[in-house]
């Protein structure tokens, strides 16, 4: 199992450890309730780095994204960000990818364990373009500030106060430090990325947290992010998305332009959009009791669907994620879970990621 560089001060600060993807990860400090209160109204400090990350370089390494994926790449300005997709020829999800186009390379965020599969996926299609490809995901470390006051944490991190509007990015000097900010929000709530070298990230962690000390800035695990993103209809690599779903029935619409040019499995994807063809959609649902992942749905006695993620909710419901069949793909349906303990549910809403 791989550990996070800072296991020993997470330990210090009463961290409980979980899995994922292999990697040993924050579940929580200690005060679950407490830190989901904190991303809704103040910030939280998570360490992202059990998520992949890339460094592409050259001349041709916009072109060569923009062509391999569903998003329009072409023409980013320096210091934007975009979301996209690698698909493949039958339109499946190889990952999502968060491109910030830094000023000399492109800083790509990618899912856990999901590296490998990209590089060789891009160097597959490479023909002589001027593009190199670096995993920085080893040395170096991912925080990430959610919530309403992350943009000022930022800005007192930052000398001079800076002000980085959503989906934008830039390097930062901090002391003798150079690290990348990367601002794209979950939804309404913002969520600003900061990436430095793995031998400084104690002393940027320390200095996050001294800069936030006057807006309540608190450490969080992924249990928390978690109960955020699945409220807000997000799904990840793992557990809502692999290369058996479409970007369509993922709900992931806004990754997806329409409008530009040739990308591996645009055929099937512009068809899937201009028939209507999927078959079903990823639904918020809410439950009266915790399931299991996998859990089956059933409205009367038919299956018509799957849970693909859950978390504690408020006042004794548990939130959740899951493939619903089309037909019964309806805010409101009440329906049950599993099949032999059965737990009520209802449909709350039909998650989607729009421009």
Request: aromatic fraction near 8%; hydrophobic fraction near 40%; include cysteine.
């Amino acid at each position: 199992m791989v550990t996070s560089s800072l296991e020993s001060i997470y330990k210090a600060d009463g961290a409980v450890f979980t899995d994922r993807s292999g990697h040993k990860i924050v579940g929580h400090f200690g005060n679950f309730h407490k830190e989901i209160e904190v991303l809704q109204s103040n910030a939280g400090l998570l360490d992202m780095s059990y998520c992949d990350r890339l460094n592409v370089t050259g001349d041709d390494a916009l072109d060569l994204l923009n062509r391999l994926s569903t998003n329009q790449l072409e023409g980013m300005d320096i210091g934007s960000v975009r979301w996209t997709i690698l698909t493949t020829p039958k339109g499946r999800i190889i990952d999502v990818l968060r491109v910030a186009r830094m000023e000399d390379y492109l800083s790509v965020g990618a899912s856990p364990e999901r590296i490998q599969n990209i590089m060789e996926w891009i160097d597959f299609y490479t023909f002589g373009e001027d593009v190199q490809l670096v995993d920085v995901s080893q040395n170096t470390v991912e925080f990430s500030l959610i919530g309403p006051n992350a943009p000022l944490v930022l800005g007192k991190f930052v000398t001079g106060g800076k002000v980085l509007p959503n989906d934008t990015c830039d390097s930062v000097q901090i002391g003798d430090t150079s690290i990348a900010v990367i601002r794209s929000d979950m939804k309404d709530y913002p969520r600003i990325n900061v990436i430095c070298q793995s031998n400084v990230a104690i002393d940027i962690r320390q200095s996050l947290f001294e800069a936030g000390k006057d807006f309540h800035l608190m450490a969080v695990g992924f249990q928390a992010e978690d109960f955020l993103r699945i409220t807000l209809g997000i799904p990840i690599y793992g557990f809502e998305l692999d290369d058996k779903v479409d970007p369509l029935t993922a709900g992931l619409l806004g990754y997806v332009n329409f409008e530009k040019g040739c990308y591996v499995g645009q055929e099937v994807v512009t068809r899937l959009n201009t028939y209507q063809k999927i078959k079903k959609k990823l639904m918020m649902i809410q439950l009266r009791d915790e399931v299991n992942l996998g859990a089956e749905i059933y409205s009367d006695n038919t299956l018509i669907g799957e849970i693909t993620s859950v978390a504690p909710g408020e006042q004794g419901q548990w939130n959740s994620l899951a493939y619903v069949k089309k037909t019964y793909a309806i805010p409101g349906l009440v329906c049950t879970v599993g099949s032999e303990s059965l737990v009520e549910a209802r449909i709350v809403a039909e998650c989607s990621i729009k421009v």
